[in-house]
């Protein structure tokens, strides 16, 4: 069974600038979640899909970050103006349902200049 | 906020040693408790979980012991390896918030040979 694939791995903006980060959950997994994790942290929720609704987004920084799962597969992350604190590794998990393990991803890490 | 506190920030122990890793949470709402394992460029990957109507649950060398009513769970690893060095997490979810996981600030664990 193929795991959550992310990409880039690796990207590095300076400020200002947008990026977008893109999420492919395990086959046939409703739930999607995508994490914000700084250096020396655990990773915190930005949002949670339930295929292609919003459950949870509470903690996205709506002003600037944006996602999106328009065919309750694929997940993209946006963020546009980035901001120096925005560096962090960006995870995505996927589960079959919520009360369902979470399989993360290797993540994308963002340095922002 | 930090829902769940976790201690301590980094671990040495010499191999065959039993490190301890300790969780505290205060919302009596969470309902399930795992222990993720990541090494460095990887995702978070589900090492055990318990439930707070267990006190106790074992898989191979990985035991989580929890105190419902001290509101505390923590995590021993018997006979610990080199292998065994990375940074693990404890987590907490709530069943009436679609189901998102709280992380703790993260474990960093050496064990030297």
């Known amino acids: 069974e193929a795991g959550v694939a992310q990409s880039p791995r690796y990207k590095i903006i300076e400020k200002r600038q947008s990026v977008a980060f893109w999420c492919n959950p395990i086959?046939?997994?409703?739930?999607l979640y995508w994490y914000q994790q700084i250096l020396g942290q655990g990773p915190k929720l930005l949002i949670q899909?339930?295929?292609?609704?919003?459950?949870?987004d509470s903690q996205l920084p709506k002003d600037r970050f944006s996602a999106e799962r328009l065919k309750g597969v694929d997940s993209t992350l946006k963020i546009q103006p980035a901001k120096l604190e925005d560096s962090a590794v960006y995870l995505c998990?996927?589960?079959?349902?919520?009360?369902?393990?979470?399989?993360f991803g290797p993540g994308t890490r963002l340095t922002v200049t | 906020q930090q829902q769940v506190k976790q201690s301590p920030q980094s671990l040495i122990v010499q191999k065959g040693g039993i490190p301890i890793i300790n969780c505290a949470y205060e919302?009596?709402?969470?309902?399930?408790f795992p222990w993720y394992q990541q090494f460095p460029g990887k995702g978070p990957a589900l090492l055990i979980a318990?439930?707070?109507?267990?006190s106790e649950k074992k898989e191979g060398r990985f035991t989580i012991s929890f105190n419902k009513s001290a509101k505390q769970f923590s995590l021993h690893i018997m006979d610990s390896q080199p292998g065994d060095s990375a940074t693990y997490f404890c987590?907490?979810?709530?069943?009436?918030?679609?189901?998102?996981?709280?992380f703790g600030k993260g474990t960093s664990l050496l064990v030297t040979p």
């Open positions: 998990a996927s589960s079959l349902a919520p009360t369902y393990e979470q399989y």
């Open positions: 086959s046939g997994h409703a739930t």
């Open positions: 899909f339930q295929n292609n609704g919003v459950v949870d």
């Open positions: 919302n009596t709402a969470f309902d399930y």
């Open positions: 318990i439930r707070p109507d267990v």
């Open positions: 987590a907490a979810r709530r069943s009436n918030s679609g189901y998102a996981l709280n």
